[in-house]
């Protein structure tokens, strides 16, 4: 068996580095930070509609306080 090189050594390192940080990301079947991040972004679109319906149903109560003070200015 020959002994590995300086080089081949510092290879194999890096590759174990680069192989802990994509596990890290990736996750190991069960979510990683790409997962949490997906997760993240779907509960900002949930808010992110919630916060759409709350504002047309304002406006909607708005517009109709608006009409009803311009009938009772015309009356």
Do not use: C, P, Y
């Amino acid at each position: 068996m020959r002994m590995m090189n300086e080089f081949e050594a510092q290879v194999l390192s890096d590759l174990s580095v680069l192989k802990t940080q994509i596990t890290g990301l990736m996750g190991d079947g069960n979510g990683g930070r790409i997962a949490e991040l997906e997760r993240r972004m779907e509960r900002h679109e949930q808010n992110w509609q919630r916060a759409k319906g709350f504002l047309a149903a304002v406006s909607a109560i708005f517009a109709v306080i608006e009409v009803a003070v311009d009938a009772w200015h015309r009356h």
